[in-house]
């Protein structure tokens, strides 16, 4: 049985570098408590106009070190996803990566959006990766462990809209 995950027992830390040669911003926390790290354009890539339906690669000229055991997340900026219409596209790194990290970025809104050097472009949550394996199992031994479910097989919209 796997244990209960206790965030007052964590103390593990994402370890970061600026990549030699590249002027690229470290991660942050804008608050203590906030749940994403956010990550920035480099301060060496020149401006980028991301077409509407389009999407880009930014190389952030950052390398980050993930924990064994966890994977970093990302999620959009609030602002950047609701102004400039960036969401993002790839989202997931995982432990043992130790290339560039890229952003992919893509425009989902009816006009160009603008990517300048030094912006704040994403974010990213550490989290903890609980379950290692797949247990495979024939479909009857599959319903027999999770008849119980309340939600069953509904999806896509199958609790209402309100």
Request: proline fraction near 4%.
């Amino acid at each position: 049985m796997m244990e209960s995950f206790n965030a007052s027992k964590v103390t593990e830390r994402l370890q970061a570098c600026i990549i030699e040669g590249r002027k690229g911003k470290l991660p942050v926390k804008a608050h203590a408590n906030d749940a994403g790290f956010d990550f920035f354009a480099p301060l060496d890539m020149d401006e980028v106009v991301i077409l509407p339906g389009k999407d880009y690669l930014v190389q952030t000229g950052v390398r980050v070190g993930v924990p064994k055991g966890w994977a970093l997340l990302g999620v959009n900026k609030s602002g950047v996803a609701t102004k400039k219409k960036l969401t993002l596209g790839a989202k997931l790194v995982d432990s043992g990566y130790t290339g560039e990290l890229g952003i992919h970025l893509v425009n989902i809104g009816d006009a160009s959006a603008k990517i300048c050097p030094g912006d704040k472009i994403a974010q990213f949550m550490l989290i903890p990766i609980g379950i290692t394996d797949v247990e495979e199992m024939t479909e009857e031994e599959y319903w027999r462990r999770n008849s119980d479910s309340e939600r069953g097989c509904g999806g896509f919209g199958s609790t209402g809209e309100k």
